[in-house]
């Protein structure tokens, strides 16, 4: 019998029928796709510690999204980036897990698949999240079956205004540019500052962002306890200085129509 979830990947991406599955990933299989092997391997008894079941829902194929492959061939005739399908897994995390230890369990699963992965997680305690990674294949396993990040992206799917991540509505120029246009959507909350900005500065973006907010709120809470006037000016003058920071990134990734 399934865990009883809110969170419906398949729904959220809007996915034709032929392109939805529900099969059951067993924490053998897990471990072993995340370089486990055991659960008496670090990463066996990680995945056991942190996951309650894991389910693949969907793949994203020519044959089962009607969007074309992607291949970007090297001048020698190699590829350099092949695309041809992008896998929607969905974990259903253990109560009470770490934010570090989510962020850890993202990385080991994005690294591990051989291709794109959309990933959603959710938990008694999560209400949902969307991970994702530009990846590629990397070039020093032999057996091609793991990729390296170039950038990544996690975001509470509850940030994303409803039908922004149904694939069609999203780029269906191939499926490298599709992933892309999630990704670009992810970052921007939905609603990208114009249509000028590109999926890689959209993620560097998001990610400056945050880094600001959290040092914006870690200098605020510093001014509250500072003991002598001069520390609480000084700290003041700082936390303005990151507000006017946090503003320009925000107009820079943000569109000011809320309906964009």
């Known amino acids: 019998m399934s865990e009883k979830t809110s969170l ?4 959220l991406l809007g996915l034709p029928e032929r392109a939805r599955l529900s099969e059951r990933l067993t924490k053998r299989l897990l471990r ?6 055991t659960g008496s391997t670090p990463e066996g008894k990680f995945v056991d510690r942190v996951v309650a079941s894991a389910q693949v829902v969907g793949i994203l194929r020519p044959e089962t999204i009607l969007i074309p492959a992607y291949r970007d061939h090297g001048r020698d005739g190699t590829d350099r980036r092949e695309v041809t399908d992008i896998a929607v897994l969905h974990l259903r995390l253990k109560q009470k897990i770490a934010p570090s230890d989510r962020r850890r369990l993202v990385e080991l699963v994005q690294r591990a698949m051989p291709r794109l992965v959309v990933l959603f997680l959710d938990g008694p ?3 949902g999240e969307l991970a994702l990674a530009l990846t590629h294949v990397s ?8 990729s390296v990040i170039d950038a990544s992206i996690t975001v509470p799917v509850a940030e994303l205004p409803d039908g922004v991540l149904d694939t069609n509505r999203r780029d269906r120029t191939n499926l490298w540019a599709l992933y ?11 609603r990208p500052a114009s249509a000028a ?3 890689d500065e959209a993620v560097r973006l998001h990610h400056r962002l945050t880094a600001l907010q959290a040092e914006l709120d870690a200098v605020t809470r510093e001014a509250k306890r500072a003991r002598s006037q001069q520390s609480r000016i000084t700290l003041n003058t700082t936390a303005k200085a990151l507000r ?11 569109s000011a129509d809320p309906s964009k």
């Open 139 to 146: 070039r020093t396993d032999p057996e091609k079956r793991t």
């Open 125 to 127: 305690d999560l209400p």
């Open 180 to 190: 892309r246009d999630l990704v670009r959507i992810a970052a921007t909350g939905g």
């Open 197 to 199: 900005l590109g999926t």
């Open 244 to 254: 006017q920071q946090v503003a320009t990134v925000r107009t820079d990734l943000y």
């Open 8 to 11: 419906d990947p398949a729904e």
């Open 32 to 37: 072993e796709q995340v370089g486990g092997g």
